[in-house]
């Protein structure tokens, strides 16, 4: 009987030919398969980003502090492909009769950051940004909100890439291409938040929760009274108000040291001066209310990816 792990290899090899990339897991299996994938990737193929592997000082930086070098992907427009498929490889050469699964092989940062990074690229095409000097914008707290709109469409829509496949081996290589925390009782959650709002509005939830993980960055669940104020306005319905909670909370299940290393140190990078939470003088539920800029900004780029309901839960494979 093969074990996951070989299944996923041979899943990636059976469509590594797909994309340039057969050396990066699950690269060509998810632009295959995966509509929301393959556009991110068109997308930013016919804006002239690049994808290299060559050993360089940036790779090196990379590896080291892959969080701060997004200003050097934004805007030299290149960004970096693992090649980390060949390890996987040879670690089945070397141990044929183990039972090891991705994703204990995932928990060694062997993943792709590919699909996340792409989506940065696309927000920092959408909102113009020049940087990521916060003193070099007139209005920094507009800045602040799209970049924390921008790491919350980067992680919804690695969750979206992530809801069609159930085959074990299949999911396991898709989330090896996601930084994400993936559940089936969550999936369970959005699937049904999407039957009682529609699509475009479930999509709309999950961005408020990544958005507000990111908020409240040692926080393990979405507060209360913030979860009550932003469902305020189906709030005679408990059922709805039930499925917001849940789905809300799938962004707080997002790696805890990795939403403190964003909030303490990215953030000092780019300028932010003294303690985050004191530097966030926006309103979080202004921000996050039906109509504001940020609602607006996410609606526009979740619909230039997702062109359809279907797509939420295409898989060609």
Known sequence: ????????????????????????????????????????????????????????????????????????????????????????????????????????????????????????????????????????????????????????????????????????????????????NYRDTDQLSFEQLNLFVGPEEAELWLFRGYFAANYFYEASAAPPGFVNSLAKSKAGDPRFSSLVESVLNIGFRLNKPFRNSTARVFFKMIGVQGDLENALTFDLHEALADGSAVMCAAKDIFRSIIRSEKELYANGS
């Open 1 to 180: 009987m093969k074990s996951e792990l070989q299944e996923s290899v041979e899943i990636h090899n059976r469509y590594a030919h797909h994309t340039p990339l057969s050396k990066t897991i699950g690269d060509g299996f998810l632009y295959a398969t995966n509509p929301i994938f393959r556009r991110v990737r068109d997308m930013l193929v016919s804006q002239n980003y690049s994808f290299y592997n060559e050993l360089s000082e940036y790779t090196a930086n990379y590896f080291m502090t892959c969080l701060f070098q997004l200003d050097t992907i934004l805007f030299e427009k290149k960004l970096f492909a693992r090649h980390n498929f060949p390890a996987l490889e040879k670690l089945i050469q070397k141990f044929p009769d183990k039972e090891i699964r991705l994703a204990d092989v995932a928990l060694l940062e062997c993943y792709s950051t590919l699909l996340h990074e792409s989506v940065h690229c696309i927000c920092q095409q959408y909102f113009k940004w020049h940087g990521l000097e916060l003193n070099s914008y007139q209005d920094k707290n507009q800045f602040l909100q799209e970049i924390f709109a921008a790491e919350a469409l980067a992680l919804s829509m690695e969750y979206l890439t992530c809801l069609p496949y159930s085959d074990s081996a299949e999911r396991a290589l898709v989330c090896m291409n996601a930084l994400g």
